[in-house]
């Protein structure tokens, strides 16, 4: 049967070309009723923050393989939690959460700042089984870009639910737990394995720019994120009231080993990895976050 009733959100926002994909992928199969609650406009790195102090809006929008969508005037925890614990929807009963596709990795300590991974967090801290799905490919811009992802998710969904018995109990040993995918550009790849958390992130480098400051794009973190959003210099600084203007660089990749607890396999990382390989899903394992194999 699979499950019945899947909500998907996203980070880089509801008409991103990731969720778009995901979507139409999902509702493509017949199996399942898809429901949508992402952000209004692109949120990345909002990590598992919420919205207080004010009102959440929410608006209908039509996509293609989606039972019901709305754009949310809010970040990616608040539209997991909106879905979940309010009259978004007719009901707040869900069987799996799946946040992405989002367009780049998530990958080692990037987790942290990750709104694709704190939407899948909020449905796990609630008891609901959830997957986070990145691409590991800024330049694709379009849902056709996203395709090949959206195949194996949802042939990997397919995979942990087997056609018959209840979709909650199949997956009971995923409920407070986020499945972290991360696909590579290429395809076809050989498949997925199990990982232990990395430590890895991005030693940034923060300089001081002026109006004057020659506008290098190479190098600057924005722009090797992907994110078009570009940083401008304001035409006054420094010299408003002593305000100064501060630019991010990408480093190089370092290695925190002290950040996180080592993870160890346990039960639900040996079930998921067993369930999967039974499918030909997973080239081989490594510990417990499920990554792509290229």
């Not at 008409?15 to 990345?44: F, K, M, N, Q, W």
């Not at 959460?97 to 449905?123: F, M, P």
């Not at 056709?144 to 995979?159: C, N």
Request: proline share 6%.
């Amino acid at each position: 049967m699979g499950p019945s009733r899947i909500l998907v959100s996203n980070d880089d926002g509801i008409s991103a070309p990731g969720i778009v994909a995901l979507v139409a992928a999902l509702g493509s199969t017949g199996s399942c009723d898809v429901y949508v609650s992402a952000p209004r406009h692109e949120s990345s790195a909002s990590s598992h923050a919420i919205t207080l102090g004010q009102h959440l809006t929410a608006a209908p929008v039509k996509m293609q393989g989606a039972t019901e969508a709305y754009a949310i005037d809010g970040r990616p925890a608040d539209c997991t939690m909106l879905a979940l614990h309010g009259p978004l929807f007719q009901s707040q009963d869900f069987d799996l959460v799946v946040s992405g596709i989002n367009r780049g990795d998530n990958l080692g300590l990037h987790v942290i700042y990750s709104g694709t991974v704190g939407a899948a967090e909020e449905a796990a801290i609630k008891g609901v089984p959830a997957i986070a799905v990145s691409l590991d490919n800024y330049k694709a811009l379009t849902p056709e870009g996203f395709m090949a992802g959206a195949t194996y998710v949802v042939a990997l969904i397919q995979a942990l639910y087997p056609s018959n018995g209840d979709p909650k109990l199949q997956l009971s040993h995923l409920a407070h737990v986020v499945v972290n995918i991360n696909i590579p550009a290429q395809d076809p790849f050989q498949g997925f394995y199990l990982a232990h958390q990395g430590s890895g992130i991005v030693d940034l480098n923060f300089q001081q720019v002026t109006p004057d400051t020659p506008d290098k794009k190479e190098g600057h973190f924005m722009e090797t994120a992907g994110n078009e959003r570009e940083a401008k210099t304001p035409q006054d600084a420094p010299q408003a009231g002593g305000m100064r203007t501060f630019r991010n660089f990408a480093g190089a990749v370092c290695w925190c080993e002290h950040c996180l607890p080592s993870m160890h396999v346990n039960s639900m990382d040996t079930d998921l990895l067993n369930i999967c390989m039974a499918t030909n899903l997973f080239g081989k394992s490594r510990g417990t976050d499920l990554l792509s194999k290229g």
